[in-house]
């Protein structure tokens, strides 16, 4: 199975394959069924909570060494080995005893993805579970789910389905006779994106202003409230359960050696089956955008492709072969960030494309770092005057000089962001850049002037 879009049209495509041990569906079962997460349907159909049962019969550090086993990697962008990660947390000594703390981060903001919203409204009981499991491999005793401010029907949802984990002693004191006790609670951001970023959003979680942290300390050793605390991304999280129900070394058979397992990508744009698409690792970006996700509508040529959300510099034609992995895209001048893959026409003027990406990153900075506030501003005031065909030939190496004095000059990555598409956008398409600014318009019938709005 790939997009929970296959349920409501089954005969909408098909490719060979899916459902079987070469295209697992780990993390998008039973998705498109309004009734999916319950908890009943759960353990029923999925195997829910038997990857709890078996963590809670195993020591702390074997479960740790599982997910070091199964080799995954940090689903929310930076692909960070998670089990790695897991093993940072402090240990008890005999003069210390920790507080330590599980987050979830649920601030799904990037333009262009949209998956882990979907595990919230299909899965919530595979998160808990994740999370439960996580939480007693570090030894946390208490998790959050912060959620973004806009999700309030996934809010319902997950104190819902956190509701019934409760009833059956899957959640709480004493978990199924372990001794181990584990709660959540799910906390409502406010929609900033920049509390994506994992300080930001323990920050905005004590109630403070969601802005970034100077690092160190890092938050294994000094995060949420003070305490050593963890951070992970929903479909991490949530692969903890299929991980350990099969064991790491069996999930570390999906993918490819150094990116393993299963991820959820998702894609939009102009593509004739946009959706969520949940593959092993590796696969050839043109074979999920051309095979699966249909290609573009009436037979237009693909120009453009961004790989990993909006931050990630854009591929074209020559990269369209590119393997779906992290060390693949990386070294191809991208990134495969949070897996969205927004597909772009022959028609579209890549201008607009820019300016659009841009006036997001401006608009969503938190202010605190002079290089993100103002250099992502004045990009923005420029693109806007070449878009309009007001722009002068010196603009571009204007905006082109600029990027260097953002990128790595900021206390988180949303000003590199903003970069990313700058840099690439401007380098790979330039004569659209210099066709507005010698014309005074686009070529493109799709592109229409942007009114300045500041």
């Known amino acids: 199975m790939t997009s929970y879009r296959q349920k409501k049209d089954p005969q909408s495509y098909s490719f060979e394959g899916f459902g079987t041990p070469a295209f697992p569906n780990l993390m998008l079962r039973g998705a498109g069924n309004l009734d999916n997460w319950r908890l009943a349907i759960y353990q029923k159909e999925h195997e829910g909570y038997l990857g709890l049962k078996r963590a809670l019969s195993m020591e702390p550090s074997q479960v740790i060494d599982e997910m070091k086993a199964s080799g995954i990697r940090g689903r929310g962008g930076a692909g ?11 240990k008890d000594t005999a003069d210390k005893k920790y507080t330590r703390y599980l987050v979830c ?25 994740g999370m439960i499991i996580a939480g007693f491999a570090m030894q946390c005793h208490m998790g959050f789910i912060y959620v973004r401010g806009e999700f309030l029907w996934l809010i319902e949802k997950l104190e819902a389905a956190i509701e019934e984990a409760k009833k059956e002693n899957l959640l709480g004191q004493n978990i199924l006779g372990s001794g181990f006790n584990f709660d959540l609670i799910v906390y409502r951001g406010a929609g900033a994106y920049i509390c994506g970023e994992e300080t930001a959003l323990l920050n905005s979680l004590e109630g403070r202003r969601g802005e970034p942290r100077i690092k160190p300390p890092f938050p294994a050793s000094k995060g949420a409230f003070g305490q050593p605390t963890t ?9 903890a359960a299929p991980i350990l129900r099969m064991g790491g070394a069996e999930y570390a058979k999906i993918g490819t050696p150094k990116n393993t397992g299963t991820r959820i990508f998702c894609v939009s744009g102009h593509v004739q089956r946009p959706g969520l698409y949940e593959l092993p690792l590796g696969v050839p970006l043109i074979t999920l955008v051309k095979d699966l996700a249909g290609g573009t509508p009436n037979g237009k040529k693909i120009k453009a492709i961004i790989p990993g959300g909006a931050s990630s510099a854009v591929f074209t034609e020559s990269d369209f072969d ?16 949070s897996g969205g893959i927004i597909v772009i026409d022959e028609d579209t003027c890549m201008v607009q494309v820019c300016l659009r990406l841009i006036r997001f990153y401006a608009h969503e900075s938190c ?9 992502c501003n004045w990009m923005e005031m420029i693109l806007t005057r070449i878009e309009n065909g007001e722009g002068r030939l010196e603009d571009l190496e204007t905006l082109k000089s600029m990027t260097p004095r953002i990128a790595g000059k900021t206390l988180c990555a ?3 962001a903003a970069c990313g598409p700058m840099d690439s956008i401007l380098g790979k398409f330039r004569d659209e850049f210099i066709h507005h600014i010698e014309h005074k318009k686009c070529p493109k019938p799709s592109c229409q002037l942007v009114t300045y709005s500041h």
């Not at 981060?105 to 579970?129: C, V, W």
């Not at 590119?322 to 960030?337: K, V």
């Not at 202010?367 to 250099?375: D, L, V, Y």
């Open 80 to 90: 960070f080995p998670a089990g790695l990660k897991w093993s940072f947390m402090p």
């Open 414 to 416: 949303l000003g590199d």
């Open 231 to 239: 951070i992970n991304n929903v479909e991490t999280l949530a692969a």
């Open 105 to 129: 981060n649920a601030d799904e903001g990037e333009p262009g993805t949209f998956k882990d919203r979907s595990i919230m409204e299909y899965n919530p009981h595979q998160l808990i579970e």
């Open 367 to 375: 202010g605190q770092c002079t290089p993100c506030r103002e250099g």
């Open 322 to 337: 590119c393997p779906l992995d992290f060390d693949t895209i990386r070294d191809r001048g991208s990134m495969a960030g």
